[in-house]
Each structure stands twice: as C-alpha cells, then as structure tokens.
Antibody, heavy 116, light 107 residues
Framework: EVQLVESGGGLIQPGGSLRLSCAAS????????MIWVRQAPGKGLEWVSL???????DYADSVKGRFTISRDNSKNTVYLEMNSLRVEDTAVYYC??????????WGQGTLVTVSS | DIQMTQSPSSLSASVGDRVTITCRAS??????LNWYQQKPGKAPQVLIY???SLHSGVPSRFSGNGSGTDFTLTISSLQPDDFATYYC??????????FGGGTKVEI
C-alpha cells in the first residue's frame, strides 16, 4: 500500500527556516516524480516544487531561491527545506507522488504557520 | 505559464441535481486535464484524468469532457458525499503544474 507521511510543520517566525519531511512506503521515491503542493488557509492548491526520478528539481517562482527539494534514497524520504519564510508561506503542505502525469497519491499534509 | 480558470467559484445545489463545472486553459493542452475532489481537512483525490477517464473506484455519476482549452466536469445526480471543492489541473505544460481556482459545491 502506498503511503506518504509528512512531518516537520509548525509555527515559525518570519525569516526563519523549517524542513519538512515526507516518508514514503509502498514504492521507491527515487524511481518517481515527487512534488510538494501547498494550500493557504481557505485558498486553492499551489504547486511548490518537483523532484524528477533522475534527480533534477524545479520550483514555483514564488519559492525559487528560498526552498530546496531533496530526497534521501536510503530513507525513502523527500524533504522540503524552507528558508527566509514569509507570512504568505503559511499553508498546509502536501507531499505527493505523480503517476503518468496524475497526482495520484497524497500525504495528509502538514501545517506551516509563519507569524510573529 | 498556462493559466487555468474555473467557473463558477462556488455553487449551491441539491441532492439529485445535475452539476457542471467548467475549466478553461489559456493555451491548448489537448486532453491533459485532471480533476480532483477535496473535502474539508483532507488531501485532494483524483476523479478524472486525461479529461474524460474515470479513476478507479470513482462513481460513474462523475464524468469529464473536453479538449484543447475548454473542459467540463459533470455530476449527473448530486449525492450527499459529493459536497466538496473540485479542482482542475493541467498536466501538459509542466512544470509548473497549474490548478484552477477551485469550485466549492455546497447545499
């Protein structure tokens, strides 16, 4: 059974840093496209970052230069390192697996609140 | 980047109603269009992929149509479990993966 479990969210002050983790089971992250999607309170879905099976990465313009996606193949885990956090980064962050261009599997989400 | 525009942003309906949601892409995306359902406090779940293919386990009252720039999601007979927010997402010009703004279906 495919499972994605996010962790690492919390309350952080503007300008701070946080690292989110996404532990995967039931499949191998290094063979798949993995993404982070976020949802601000009461708002829609926003793609944040993507890591390809080959290890290439990509980011939304809103987080480029501040966020870094990576993975640890030995732990079958994907990470999102978030620096220089802003109030507008407040959101539930979902980790997800793409299968044939479909966001097929989603984690339960982890809430990041950026506030002073 | 491709822009995805959904309409309406919300609608009120009753059990048994036929409901149609529209999604428009700013460029031709052929049939690379997915639909998701999201319930409060939960992650989205795929309903329809490639514009009209029903994902495994999704009730047949859901259907998708369209190609190019204009797409629709139809619920033929609204059920209590269908009150949720629906999002379209294009998968042709990616990244970035882009979503529509969402349509909240409520009573």
């Amino acid at each position: 059974e495919v499972q994605l479990v996010e962790s690492g969210g919390g309350l952080i002050q503007p300008g701070g840093s946080l690292r989110l983790s996404c532990a995967a089971s039931g499949f191998t992250v290094s063979n798949n496209y993995m993404i982070w999607v976020r949802q601000a309170p009461g708002k829609g879905l926003e793609w944040v970052s993507l890591i390809y099976a080959g290890g290439e990465v990509d980011y939304a313009d809103s987080v480029k230069g501040r966020f870094t996606i990576s993975r640890d193949n030995s732990k079958n885990t994907v990470y999102l390192e978030m620096n220089s956090l802003r109030v507008e980064d407040t959101a539930v962050y979902y980790c997800a697996r793409i299968v044939t261009a479909i966001i097929m599997y989603w984690g339960q989400g982890t809430l990041v609140t950026v506030s002073s | 980047d491709i822009q995805m525009t959904q309409s309406p942003s919300s609608l009120s309906a009753s059990v048994g109603d036929r409901v149609t949601i529209t999604c428009r892409a700013s460029q031709n995306i052929f049939n690379y269009l997915n639909w998701y359902q999201q319930k409060p406090g939960k992650a989205p779940q795929v309903l329809i992929y490639l514009a009209s293919s029903l994902h495994s386990g999704v009730p047949s009252r859901f259907s998708g149509n369209g190609s190019g720039t204009d797409f629709t999601l139809t619920i033929s007979s609204l059920q209590p479990d269908d009150f949720a927010t629906y999002y379209c997402q294009q998968s042709y010009f990616t990244p970035p993966l882009t979503f529509g703004g969402g349509t909240k279906v409520e009573i």
